[in-house]
C-alpha cells in the first residue's frame, strides 16, 4: 500500500513569491493534517482536515497560508507571498478515522516532507 | 495549550549500554505516541500507548505509560549504531490533534 505522498520534496524560492505543497494521503483515510516542522523542533500542527472540512485551522497564520482539500482527498497547503521565516520542512500526515469515529489505535501516517527554503 | 516535554534533548551513548528517554505532558490524556525520525526523512510510528500501565516492545526499545504521572519512558537496550536517529513522543490531545514534544536526538558510538 502506497504512503502518504507530498510534492515538491524540495523547494527554493525568493521571499514574496507564493509556493504551493501538495499532499495525497492513503487511500480511505479521512483525515489528513498539514504540520510544518523548524530545524531542531517537533512538528506543529497547522491545520487538519476530516474529510473535506478544515476542522481544526487555528494555528494557520491565516494571512498568508491556504489550504484546500476538494473532494475530501488531495490536499494543497499555499504560502502567499513567502517570508524567509517560513522556511522549514512542510509535513502531510493522514489517519483512518475522524474524531467523531475515533479507532482506539489510530495513528498518524507522515509523508517524507517538502523542505522549503525562502532566500 | 498541551505541552510536551522530553528529556534528554541530546543523548550520546555507547553502543551496549541501556538508557531512558522521558516525555512529560501537561494535561490529562490516555493516548501517546513514540516516532523515529532519521536525518532528512520523515517521522515513522515506533508505539501507540493507549491506557495507563501500556507497555509495548520492539527489538532494543520499550515505550510505557503512566497516566497518573502524565508520563511516558523509552528505553533503550544493549543500543546499537543503527538506533541513532530522534525520537519524538506525541500527546493526542482534544480533538485528534497531536501534540509533539521537543525530540531528543540519539547518537550511539561504536
Known amino acids: 500500500e502506497a504512503g502518504v505522498v507530498q510534492s515538491p520534496r524540495y523547494k527554493i524560492i525568493e521571499k514574496k513569491q507564493p509556493v504551493a505543497f501538495w499532499c495525497n494521503p492513503i487511500?480511505?483515510?479521512?483525515?489528513l493534517y498539514w504540520y510544518r516542522q523548524n530545524l531542531g523542533q517537533g512538528p506543529e500542527l497547522l491545520i487538519r482536515?476530516?474529510?473535506?472540512?478544515?476542522?481544526?485551522d487555528s494555528q494557520l497564520p491565516k494571512d498568508r497560508f491556504s489550504a484546500e482539500r476538494l473532494k475530501g482527498v488531495d490536499s494543497t497547503l499555499k504560502i502567499q507571498p513567502a517570508e524567509l521565516g517560513d522556511s522549514a520542512v512542510y509535513l502531510c500526515?493522514?489517519?483512518?478515522?475522524?474524531?467523531?469515529?475515533?479507532?482506539?489505535?489510530?495513528?498518524?501516517?507522515f509523508g517524507p516532507g517538502t523542505r522549503l527554503t525562502v532566500l | 495549550e498541551l505541552k510536551v516535554e522530553q528529556n534528554p534533548l541530546f543523548l550520546s551513548m555507547q553502543e551496549g549500554k541501556n538508557y531512558t528517554i522521558y516525555c512529560n505532558y501537561s494535561?490529562?490524556?490516555?493516548?501517546l505516541y513514540w516516532y523515529r525520525q532519521d536525518p532528512g526523512k520523515s517521522l515513522e510510528s515506533l508505539f501507540v500507548?493507549?491506557?495507563?500501565?501500556a507497555v509495548k516492545q520492539e527489538g532494543r526499545l520499550m515505550a510505557s505509560l503512566d497516566t497518573k504521572a502524565r508520563l511516558s519512558t523509552l528505553h533503550i537496550t544493549a543500543a546499537v549504531h543503527d538506533l541513532s536517529a530522534t525520537y519524538f513522543c506525541?500527546?493526542?490531545?482534544?480533538?485528534?490533534?497531536?501534540?509533539f514534544g521537543t525530540g531528543t536526538s540519539l547518537t550511539v558510538i561504536p
Open positions: 500526515a493522514s489517519s483512518p478515522s475522524t474524531s467523531g469515529g475515533r479507532q482506539k489505535t489510530d495513528t498518524q501516517y
Open positions: 487511500s480511505g483515510h479521512n483525515t
Open positions: 482536515y476530516e474529510n473535506e472540512e478544515a476542522v481544526d
Open positions: 494535561t490529562t490524556s490516555d493516548r
Open positions: 500507548l493507549l491506557s495507563n500501565g
Open positions: 506525541a500527546v493526542d490531545g482534544a480533538g485528534n490533534q497531536f501534540y
